[in-house]
């Protein structure tokens, strides 16, 4: 029995590295990466926190997409060129916006990026209670008929079931 546990757990464990071993890939191409490991690991910490505008979910880094290319390699352009941190995204955003970012700055034009979340969880509240004190209707609970209804029934049934 021992033995037999020992070996699910190992295959558990393969299933769960296969499964999770294509999400821990970066998509960053060996002819981007800089020749400079500090400069490398700043395009790398920039790219991070910039959205890949065709995938939308996913930082620059984690996507195959070639606009997400493009633009890790514009990042590391501007860090070739002397930009620092601040400058580079900057650059970036001018470019193509705040949405670009994966977590954009709280500002009127991002207002609804921010609020939405907000305004949908008390909106299903607001639902769920709205449902939870809806009069119940019983099954076998019906309104009495209309005396036109009643004569019609009488008509359709005949006098014998009044």
């Given at each position: 029995?021992?033995?037999?546990?020992?070996?699910?757990?190992?295959?558990?464990?393969?299933?769960?590295?296969?499964?999770?071993?294509p999400f821990a890939a970066q998509a960053v191409q060996p002819d981007e990466i800089l020749?400079?490991?500090v400069q490398e690991s700043r395009a790398r910490a920039l790219s991070a926190g910039l959205r890949c505008l065709v995938c939308?979910?996913?930082?620059?880094?984690?996507?195959?997409?070639?606009?997400a290319r493009d633009l890790r390699l514009l990042v590391r352009e501007r860090i070739k060129a002397g930009d620092d941190d601040k400058a580079v995204m900057n650059y970036v955003v001018a470019r193509y916006g705040d949405f670009v970012l994966l977590k954009p700055p709280l500002k009127p034009s991002t207002l609804i990026l921010w609020l939405s979340p907000l305004a949908l969880l008390l909106g299903g509240i607001?639902?769920?209670r709205k449902a939870m004190r809806a009069p119940k209707v019983?099954?076998?609970?019906?309104?009495?008929l209309t005396d036109a209804e009643r004569a019609r029934l009488d008509e359709l049934l005949g006098p014998t079931h009044s």
């Open positions: 029995m021992m033995r037999r546990r020992g070996s699910m757990v190992r295959w558990m464990i393969a299933v769960l590295a296969a499964v999770a071993l020749p400079d490991g939308q979910n996913q930082s620059i880094d984690d996507s195959d997409a070639p606009l607001w639902m769920g019983e099954a076998g609970a019906a309104a009495p």
